[in-house]
Protein backbone atom coordinates (compact mmCIF):
# COMPACT_ATOMS: atom_id res chain seq x y z
CA UNK A 1 0.00 0.00 0.00
CA UNK A 2 2.73 2.38 0.67
CA UNK A 3 4.37 1.55 -2.44
CA UNK A 4 1.34 2.33 -4.28
CA UNK A 5 0.81 5.89 -2.34
CA UNK A 6 4.40 6.72 -2.95
CA UNK A 7 3.13 6.44 -7.19
CA UNK A 8 0.70 8.05 -6.59
CA UNK A 9 -1.95 5.22 -5.69
CA UNK A 10 -4.09 8.30 -4.01
CA UNK A 11 -3.37 11.15 -6.48
CA UNK A 12 -2.83 12.04 -10.57
CA UNK A 13 -2.02 8.34 -11.32
CA UNK A 14 -4.24 6.42 -8.80
CA UNK A 15 -6.00 4.79 -12.07
CA UNK A 16 -2.84 3.14 -13.24
CA UNK A 17 -1.76 2.27 -9.75
CA UNK A 18 -4.98 1.09 -8.04
CA UNK A 19 -7.81 1.05 -11.06
CA UNK A 20 -10.88 -0.20 -9.43
CA UNK A 21 -12.36 -3.27 -10.37
CA UNK A 22 -14.78 -1.37 -12.74
CA UNK A 23 -11.98 0.03 -14.40
CA UNK A 24 -10.00 -3.51 -14.78
CA UNK A 25 -13.40 -5.40 -16.03
CA UNK A 26 -14.01 -2.11 -18.94
CA UNK A 27 -10.24 -2.96 -19.70
CA UNK A 28 -10.40 -6.82 -20.12
CA UNK A 29 -13.95 -6.18 -22.16
CA UNK A 30 -12.64 -4.13 -24.51
CA UNK A 31 -9.27 -6.02 -25.29
CA UNK A 32 -11.43 -9.19 -25.72
CA UNK A 33 -13.55 -7.43 -28.38
CA UNK A 34 -10.46 -6.11 -29.95
CA UNK A 35 -8.85 -9.46 -29.95
CA UNK A 36 -11.89 -11.12 -31.29
CA UNK A 37 -12.52 -8.86 -33.77
CA UNK A 38 -8.98 -8.61 -34.90
CA UNK A 39 -9.45 -12.81 -35.24
CA UNK A 40 -12.67 -12.46 -37.00
CA UNK A 41 -11.33 -10.07 -40.06
CA UNK A 42 -7.80 -12.52 -40.11
CA UNK A 43 -9.83 -15.05 -40.53
CA UNK A 44 -12.34 -12.97 -43.64
CA UNK A 45 -8.84 -12.83 -44.71
CA UNK A 46 -9.36 -8.72 -45.05
CA UNK A 47 -6.87 -6.49 -46.75
CA UNK A 48 -6.53 -4.35 -43.29
CA UNK A 49 -7.81 -6.22 -40.46
CA UNK A 50 -5.96 -4.00 -38.03
CA UNK A 51 -8.94 -1.67 -38.86
CA UNK A 52 -11.34 -3.80 -36.96
CA UNK A 53 -9.81 -3.67 -33.41
CA UNK A 54 -9.05 0.07 -33.52
CA UNK A 55 -13.18 0.51 -34.15
CA UNK A 56 -13.31 -1.30 -30.93
CA UNK A 57 -11.08 0.99 -28.94
CA UNK A 58 -12.17 4.13 -30.95
CA UNK A 59 -16.03 3.33 -29.22
CA UNK A 60 -15.84 1.79 -26.27
CA UNK A 61 -16.76 3.70 -23.62
CA UNK A 62 -17.32 2.98 -19.82
CA UNK A 63 -21.32 3.80 -20.14
CA UNK A 64 -23.39 1.75 -22.46
CA UNK A 65 -25.65 4.37 -23.85
CA UNK A 66 -22.66 6.30 -24.88
CA UNK A 67 -20.86 3.56 -26.67
CA UNK A 68 -23.78 2.61 -28.96
CA UNK A 69 -24.03 6.87 -29.55
CA UNK A 70 -20.56 6.76 -30.71
CA UNK A 71 -20.66 3.28 -32.60
CA UNK A 72 -23.85 4.66 -34.14
CA UNK A 73 -22.74 7.89 -35.55
CA UNK A 74 -19.30 6.39 -36.62
CA UNK A 75 -21.55 3.71 -38.46
CA UNK A 76 -23.30 6.37 -39.97
CA UNK A 77 -20.57 8.58 -40.97
CA UNK A 78 -18.46 5.71 -42.16
CA UNK A 79 -21.56 4.79 -44.98
CA UNK A 80 -21.77 8.77 -45.46
CA UNK A 81 -17.82 8.24 -46.52
CA UNK A 82 -18.17 5.76 -48.66
CA UNK A 83 -20.37 6.41 -50.26
CA UNK A 84 -18.79 10.02 -51.32
CA UNK A 85 -15.81 8.22 -51.54
CA UNK A 86 -17.12 5.91 -54.32
CA UNK A 87 -19.20 8.50 -56.16
CA UNK A 88 -15.94 10.55 -56.60
CA UNK A 89 -14.09 7.81 -57.69
CA UNK A 90 -16.51 6.87 -61.11
CA UNK A 91 -17.51 10.73 -61.33
CA UNK A 92 -13.70 12.27 -61.58
CA UNK A 93 -11.76 8.55 -62.86
CA UNK A 94 -9.39 11.00 -65.02
CA UNK A 95 -9.93 14.78 -63.43
CA UNK A 96 -7.11 14.76 -60.77
CA UNK A 97 -7.81 18.52 -60.38
CA UNK A 98 -11.38 18.05 -59.94
CA UNK A 99 -11.65 15.12 -58.06
CA UNK A 100 -9.12 16.72 -55.30
CA UNK A 101 -11.22 19.80 -55.37
CA UNK A 102 -14.62 17.92 -54.61
CA UNK A 103 -12.56 16.08 -52.06
CA UNK A 104 -11.27 18.72 -50.21
CA UNK A 105 -14.57 21.00 -50.05
CA UNK A 106 -16.35 17.10 -49.22
CA UNK A 107 -13.75 17.37 -46.15
CA UNK A 108 -14.38 21.75 -45.34
CA UNK A 109 -18.37 20.59 -45.55
CA UNK A 110 -17.81 18.39 -43.14
CA UNK A 111 -15.12 19.98 -40.66
CA UNK A 112 -17.62 22.96 -40.81
CA UNK A 113 -21.21 21.27 -39.77
CA UNK A 114 -18.80 19.35 -37.14
CA UNK A 115 -18.26 22.94 -35.36
CA UNK A 116 -21.87 23.77 -35.07
CA UNK A 117 -22.79 20.17 -33.51
CA UNK A 118 -22.20 18.78 -29.95
CA UNK A 119 -22.06 15.26 -28.82
CA UNK A 120 -21.27 12.04 -31.13
CA UNK A 121 -23.00 13.48 -34.14
CA UNK A 122 -19.71 16.18 -34.58
CA UNK A 123 -17.82 13.05 -34.32
CA UNK A 124 -20.02 11.63 -37.29
CA UNK A 125 -19.41 13.99 -39.79
CA UNK A 126 -15.56 14.32 -38.73
CA UNK A 127 -16.16 10.59 -39.56
CA UNK A 128 -17.19 10.87 -42.73
CA UNK A 129 -14.78 13.28 -43.82
CA UNK A 130 -11.75 11.27 -43.35
CA UNK A 131 -13.55 7.97 -44.29
CA UNK A 132 -14.33 9.37 -48.17
CA UNK A 133 -10.86 10.58 -47.94
CA UNK A 134 -9.03 6.80 -47.18
CA UNK A 135 -11.44 5.45 -49.96
CA UNK A 136 -10.89 7.64 -52.68
CA UNK A 137 -7.28 8.01 -52.43
CA UNK A 138 -7.43 3.73 -52.14
CA UNK A 139 -9.40 3.80 -55.33
CA UNK A 140 -7.17 6.11 -57.21
CA UNK A 141 -4.66 3.19 -58.51
CA UNK A 142 -7.66 0.80 -58.87
CA UNK A 143 -10.48 2.81 -59.61
CA UNK A 144 -12.53 -0.43 -60.63
CA UNK A 145 -12.05 -1.41 -57.10
CA UNK A 146 -13.27 1.27 -55.70
CA UNK A 147 -16.43 -0.49 -54.25
CA UNK A 148 -15.19 -3.06 -53.17
CA UNK A 149 -12.82 -1.15 -50.59
CA UNK A 150 -15.26 0.73 -49.53
CA UNK A 151 -17.50 -2.33 -48.41
CA UNK A 152 -14.18 -3.30 -47.10
CA UNK A 153 -14.12 -0.42 -45.35
CA UNK A 154 -17.11 -0.85 -43.92
CA UNK A 155 -16.75 -4.07 -43.08
CA UNK A 156 -13.75 -3.35 -40.80
CA UNK A 157 -16.08 -0.90 -38.97
CA UNK A 158 -19.18 -2.97 -38.68
CA UNK A 159 -17.24 -5.51 -37.57
CA UNK A 160 -15.67 -3.17 -34.44
CA UNK A 161 -18.67 -2.37 -33.21
CA UNK A 162 -20.23 -5.80 -33.19
CA UNK A 163 -17.80 -7.17 -31.13
CA UNK A 164 -17.76 -4.60 -28.64
CA UNK A 165 -21.61 -4.25 -28.62
CA UNK A 166 -21.69 -8.75 -28.39
CA UNK A 167 -18.49 -8.38 -25.29
CA UNK A 168 -21.06 -4.86 -23.72
CA UNK A 169 -24.12 -6.97 -23.61
CA UNK A 170 -22.84 -10.20 -22.24
CA UNK A 171 -20.08 -8.39 -19.45
CA UNK A 172 -23.39 -6.39 -18.51
CA UNK A 173 -26.54 -8.36 -17.44
CA UNK A 174 -29.00 -6.54 -15.73
CA UNK A 175 -28.23 -3.60 -16.98
CA UNK A 176 -31.15 -1.98 -17.39
CA UNK A 177 -32.93 -2.62 -14.14
CA UNK A 178 -29.52 -1.36 -12.50
CA UNK A 179 -29.68 1.95 -14.13
CA UNK A 180 -33.67 2.47 -13.78
CA UNK A 181 -32.69 1.48 -9.69
CA UNK A 182 -30.12 4.15 -9.58
CA UNK A 183 -32.33 6.74 -10.93
CA UNK A 184 -34.55 6.17 -8.73
CA UNK A 185 -32.09 6.33 -5.68
CA UNK A 186 -30.48 9.68 -7.53
CA UNK A 187 -34.27 11.33 -7.52
CA UNK A 188 -34.88 9.85 -4.27
CA UNK A 189 -31.46 11.53 -2.90
CA UNK A 190 -32.62 14.99 -4.71
CA UNK A 191 -35.87 14.54 -3.20
CA UNK A 192 -34.51 14.55 0.40
CA UNK A 193 -32.81 17.31 -0.27
CA UNK A 194 -34.77 19.40 -1.38
CA UNK A 195 -37.03 18.49 1.38
CA UNK A 196 -34.36 19.41 4.11
CA UNK A 197 -33.70 22.80 2.31
CA UNK A 198 -37.45 23.73 2.31
CA UNK A 199 -37.67 22.69 5.92
CA UNK A 200 -34.75 25.02 6.61
CA UNK A 201 -36.15 27.97 4.79
CA UNK A 202 -39.69 27.75 6.35
CA UNK A 203 -37.77 27.60 10.23
CA UNK A 204 -35.49 30.45 9.28
CA UNK A 205 -38.46 32.66 7.58
CA UNK A 206 -39.85 35.02 10.40
CA UNK A 207 -43.30 34.58 12.04
Known sequence: MRRVEACGGEGRWGWLFAPSWADLGFALRTACAAILSLLIAMAMELGSPQWAPL?????ATASR????????????????GCCVGVALIATFPQEA?????????????????????????????????FTAAIVATDGIAAPDDAFFI????????????????????????GL????????????R?????????????????PA
Open 55 to 59: TVWTV
Open 65 to 80: GESFSKARWRLAGTVA
Open 97 to 129: GLFFLCLALWAGLCCGLATFLDGYRSYGFLVAS
Open 150 to 173: AMARGTYIALGILCESVLAMLCSP
Open 176 to 187: RERAGAALLARL
Open 189 to 205: GVSATAGRMLAGWQAAA
